[in-house]
C-alpha cells in the first residue's frame, strides 16, 4: 500500500512539472513558478550530491556524537554501583555498598532530562543560527560538562556528591539533547534522496558501540587499579572518576572537524531565499510606510 502511494505520489510530482512547463510563463501564478524552481534546485543539488571524503569525514563526526552521546548516558549504571562501594562501604545490613533508590533514581535520570530541553533549545536555535554553529557549541557544552562531572565531590556543608553530580549530568544532557535533532538533521541535509536513509541508520547505529563501550570501558579501569582495591575498596573513587572523564574523549577528538564545518549547501540555499524574502518584505514594508506619510502630509 505504501509502496503505491508513493509511486502515485512521484506521478503526481511528475504531472505537475508537466503541467508547469506546457503552460506559459505568464499565466504561472508567482508562488508556483518559485516553488517550480526551488524543486529544480533540490534536485541539482541530489544530482551533485555524491559519496566523497568530505561527507565520509561529516559522517563520522555525526557517528562519533552518537558513539559519545550513548556512552556518556549509559556509563551512569555502571558508575552507579561503584559509587555505592565509594560511599555507603560503611553502611550496615542490605544496605552496605548500595546508593539508596532516591540518590540512584536522581542520577540515572539527569541526562534524560537535559536531553528535553537540549533537543527543545538547541534545535530551535540550528534552525535560527545555524546547523553547525549550534552542533560545535553542544560538543563544546558536553566536554566542559563532563570533565566537571569526573570531578563532582560533596560539599563539606551542603549538597552531597549525588546532588552536584546531579546538576552536571543534567547540563550534560542539555549538550547531547543538541547533537539529537541536529545529527539527523546535518546527515539528511548532506545526503542524496537515494542513500539518505542509509546514511541516517549507519549514523544511528554508532549509539549501539557507546552502548557496549560503557561496560567495555569500566570493566578496563576496574582491573586496572585491582591490586589497589584489594587493599583499599576507597581507591574506587578513581575508578568511577575516570570512567566517566573518559567520555570527553571522543568528543575531543573531533572538536576540530565539529568547529570548522560548514552548513549543507541545502541549507545555505533556504537561508539565502529566506533572507531575500526578508528583505523584499522590509523594502515593501518601507515603500508603504513612506506612501502613508506623504498621503498624511498631503492631507494637511
Given at each position: 500500500?505504501?509502496?503505491?502511494?508513493?509511486?502515485?505520489a512521484?506521478d503526481?510530482?511528475?504531472m505537475?512539472?508537466?503541467?508547469?512547463?506546457?503552460?506559459?510563463?505568464?499565466?504561472?501564478?508567482?508562488?508556483?513558478?518559485?516553488?517550480?524552481?526551488?524543486?529544480?534546485?533540490?534536485?541539482?543539488?541530489?544530482?551533485?550530491?555524491?559519496?566523497?571524503w568530505?561527507?565520509?569525514k561529516k559522517?563520522?563526526?555525526?557517528?562519533?556524537?552518537?558513539?559519545?552521546?550513548?556512552?556518556?548516558?549509559?556509563?551512569?549504571?555502571i558508575?552507579?554501583?561503584?559509587?555505592?562501594?565509594?560511599?555507603?562501604?560503611d553502611?550496615?545490613?542490605s544496605?552496605?555498598?548500595?546508593?539508596?533508590?532516591?540518590?540512584?533514581?536522581?542520577?540515572?535520570?539527569?541526562?534524560?532530562?537535559?536531553?528535553?530541553?537540549?533537543?527543545?533549545?538547541?534545535?530551535?536555535?540550528g534552525?535560527?543560527?545555524?546547523?553547525?554553529?549550534?552542533?560545535?557549541?553542544?560538543?563544546?557544552?558536553?566536554?566542559?560538562?563532563?570533565?566537571?562531572?569526573?570531578?563532582?565531590?560533596?560539599?563539606?556543608?551542603?549538597?552531597?556528591?549525588f546532588?552536584?553530580?546531579?546538576?552536571?549530568?543534567?547540563?550534560?544532557?542539555?549538550?547531547?539533547?543538541?547533537?539529537?535533532?541536529?545529527?539527523?538533521?546535518?546527515?539528511?541535509e548532506?545526503?542524496?534522496?537515494?542513500?539518505?536513509?542509509?546514511?541516517?541508520s549507519?549514523?544511528?547505529?554508532?549509539?549501539?558501540?557507546?552502548?557496549?563501550?560503557?561496560?567495555?570501558?569500566?570493566?578496563?579501569?576496574?582491573?586496572?587499579?585491582?591490586?589497589?582495591?584489594d587493599?583499599?575498596?576507597?581507591?574506587?573513587?578513581?575508578?568511577?572518576?575516570?570512567?566517566?572523564?573518559?567520555?570527553?574523549?571522543?568528543?575531543?577528538?573531533?572538536?576540530?572537524?565539529?568547529?570548522?564545518?560548514?552548513?549543507?549547501?541545502?541549507?545555505?540555499?533556504?537561508?539565502?531565499?529566506?533572507?531575500?524574502?526578508?528583505?523584499?518584505?522590509?523594502?515593501?514594508?518601507?515603500?508603504?510606510?513612506a506612501?502613508?506619510?506623504f498621503?498624511?502630509?498631503?492631507?494637511?
Amino acid at each position: 500500500m505504501s509502496f503505491h502511494n508513493s509511486e502515485s505520489a512521484a506521478d503526481i510530482t511528475e504531472m505537475e512539472k508537466a503541467r508547469f512547463q506546457s503552460t506559459p510563463a505568464a499565466e504561472i501564478d508567482e508562488r508556483d513558478r518559485d516553488l517550480l524552481e526551488r524543486q529544480r534546485e533540490l534536485e541539482e543539488l541530489d544530482g551533485n550530491t555524491k559519496l566523497n571524503w568530505e561527507m565520509i569525514k561529516k559522517l563520522t563526526v555525526c557517528g562519533v556524537a552518537f558513539l559519545n552521546d550513548a556512552y556518556d548516558m549509559f556509563a551512569i549504571n555502571i558508575v552507579a554501583m561503584i559509587l555505592g562501594f565509594v560511599y555507603y562501604h560503611d553502611a550496615e545490613g542490605s544496605a552496605a555498598n548500595t546508593v539508596p533508590k532516591k540518590w540512584d533514581t536522581l542520577i540515572k535520570i539527569a541526562v534524560q532530562v537535559g536531553c528535553l530541553l537540549g533537543q527543545l533549545v538547541m534545535g530551535r536555535l540550528g534552525d535560527k543560527v545555524g546547523r553547525t554553529t549550534v552542533y560545535a557549541a553542544s560538543l563544546m557544552i558536553a566536554i566542559i560538562t563532563t570533565v566537571a562531572s569526573a570531578f563532582s565531590n560533596s560539599m563539606v556543608k551542603g549538597i552531597n556528591v549525588f546532588v552536584v553530580l546531579f546538576i552536571w549530568r543534567v547540563l550534560l544532557g542539555f549538550g547531547i539533547g543538541g547533537d539529537y535533532p541536529l545529527t539527523a538533521t546535518i546527515v539528511s541535509e548532506y545526503a542524496s534522496v537515494h542513500n539518505r536513509g542509509k546514511m541516517i541508520s549507519a549514523v544511528f547505529s554508532c549509539q549501539g558501540f557507546g552502548n557496549v563501550m560503557a561496560p567495555i570501558v569500566g570493566i578496563i579501569v576496574t582491573a586496572c587499579f585491582k591490586n589497589s582495591i584489594d587493599r583499599d575498596v576507597l581507591y574506587l573513587d578513581y575508578v568511577w572518576r575516570i570512567i566517566i572523564g573518559i567520555g570527553c574523549i571522543p568528543g575531543l577528538a573531533t572538536l576540530y572537524w565539529r568547529l570548522t564545518m560548514e552548513d549543507s549547501k541545502r541549507f545555505q540555499l533556504e537561508t539565502a531565499k529566506a533572507a531575500a524574502a526578508n528583505a523584499d518584505e522590509d523594502v515593501l514594508r518601507q515603500k508603504l510606510l513612506a506612501k502613508q506619510q506623504f498621503n498624511e502630509s498631503s492631507d494637511y
